[in-house]
């Protein structure tokens, strides 16, 4: 499938304001009189409260949202896409170790925290790689108090499929504020049947009380492979007070069976990072940051998104912090947080349930694998097509992507009074059969979907819909 589209789409919201090597600073020097709101903040607190139902000040916010901050995740493709060719299982998890490094040093100078996003926003983004093949990303926040983004990533021809929910958890902890990342990706190699089980790093911001603010990474985060019985174990270090340095990392990989050690992690992830085999004591560099430039995906433009995309939503607020117009930034966010309060109060009055529209809840063992119940929601379609190019298909006929399609409101899950059968397991839309016109450039949307399957939730049987349009 040819798909000629990126001159149709924009980059990433904030391509100029987050080149890690040319700004160089994770560094933010607050005035006096933005140092005075942070103190009245703060001084509202005690250690150990929760954030997250705390206004922070616009000046300390990153212009985009955290659903498409994730992709971030995927930004190194000469990391990625080699990955599931690798014949040798060591050396294929030694790839998936620096696929995950790759990724970290991706950040706006200073210290930045990105917009919470509000319920049932979603976020969609394409890539195009240099051998002409895709990817593509789906995201929506699933739940609001506590936060979860969830999201999906799929690369057909490549074999490689990223299913995950992001709950970060915020912290006052003094002179520092913690995002604790808490969570779960699963990456699969889908020519391999191997799911890879990834977890991420906390973020800290220290300094915000008296100093510069200065923005860290901290604590262990795992890669683990249960089909081939390894796993990593990596430690973000934080800067001590008498010693060490900034940005540090440090960690083995081990048989996870034996325990034994296989190789030694150590470096900067803010620069270059090294891998010991400890057979041999050989030590060699695994990723350099300033080796390849971060790829980042296009997305639709603003005028064919819909309300509650990303870029859409927020663009007003985006707009005003990216020229330090704080009034109006404040004023913007202000209202769709208000707007959010509003649709909370209203489904509470009338005894309304909410659901997300993209994603469904994991049920392990039944549809999905075991120890996934951390991913809380996936994607609610199935991608099982025998060739990328109907894997392309049944991806876009999920929500618009590329320039040109339009949303089919026929798949929108309304609002719905919670009954008994819909708690407890919600259906899965099949749109493996629905075929979709997609080249030329434009990204066309759905000529009639044709067929439609869909699962029932309790005895897994089939039903198949004809649409009246095909």
């Keep these: 499938m040819k798909l000629l589209v990126g001159s149709a789409g924009h980059r990433s919201s904030t391509d100029e304001t987050r080149d890690p090597v040319a700004n160089g600073e994770d560094e933010t020097v607050v005035d006096e009189q933005q140092g005075n709101i942070l103190t009245h903040i703060i001084s509202q607190l005690r250690p150990g409260a929760d954030l997250s139902r705390v206004t922070l000040p616009t000046f300390i916010l990153e212009p985009r949202s955290m659903l498409e901050r994730i992709t971030n995740f995927m930004a ?40 919470n996003p509000i319920l049932g926003e979603t976020f969609t983004c394409y890539w195009e790689y240099p051998d002409k093949t895709h990817g593509f990303y789906i995201s929506e926040q699933t739940s609001h108090h506590p936060p979860k983004s969830s999201y999906f990533f799929m690369a057909p021809e490549h074999n490689i499929r990223i299913d995950g929910t992001l709950k970060p958890r915020s912290k006052f902890l003094g002179n520092s ?22 977890t991420q790093p906390n973020m800290y911001a220290r300094g915000i009380l ?40 440090g960690g083995f990989i081990k048989d996870s069976k034996s325990g034994k050690q296989l190789f030694e992690l150590s470096g900067l992830w803010s620069n270059e990072m090294f891998i010991k085999d400890l057979s041999t004591a050989h030590k060699t560099l695994l990723f350099s940051v300033t080796a390849q430039a971060p790829t980042y995906p296009f997305a639709r433009p603003i005028n064919e998104q819909e309300e509650r995309e990303s870029q859409r939503l927020w663009k007003k607020v985006t707009d005003a912090i990216k020229k330090k117009d704080q009034d109006t930034a404040t004023d913007e966010k202000t209202r769709i947080e208000d707007m959010q309060r509003e649709e909370a109060a209203r489904r509470a009055d009338e005894g309304v349930d909410w659901r997300p529209r993209l994603f469904r809840a994991v049920q392990p063992g039944k549809l999905d694998g075991e120890g996934e119940e951390a991913l809380d929601w996936v994607i609610n379609a199935k991608i099982d097509a025998k060739t990328p190019e109907e894997q392309t298909k049944q991806i876009l006929a999920i929500a618009p992507i590329l320039p040109g399609q339009a949303p089919d409101r026929r798949f929108s899950i309304p609002e719905h009074k919670p009954s008994k059968a819909a708690a407890h397991s919600p259906d899965l839309i099949d749109v493996g059969d629905v075929p979709l016109k997609v080249g030329g450039g434009k990204g066309d949307a759905p000529q009639g979907m044709g067929k439609l399957r869909r699962m029932d939730s309790e005895t897994e049987d089939f039903d198949e819909f004809v649409d009246a349009e095909s």
């Design 177 to 198: 504020a913690a995002s604790m990342m808490e969570g779960l990706a699963v990456m699969r190699f889908l020519n391999r049947n191997e799911r890879y089980f990834i």
């Design 76 to 115: 190194h493709p000469e990391t990625l896409l080699p990955m599931p060719t690798i014949d040798d299982p060591i050396e294929r998890f030694v790839s998936v170790v620096k696929f995950y490094l790759s990724g970290w040093h991706i950040r706006p100078p200073g210290v930045k925290k990105p917009l």
């Design 210 to 249: 008296f100093g510069k603010m200065k923005y860290e990474l901290g604590d262990h985060s795992f890669v683990r492979c249960p089909e081939l019985g390894l796993e990593a174990d990596i430690e973000f270090k934080t800067k001590g007070y008498f010693g060490g340095t900034y940005n540090a990392i």
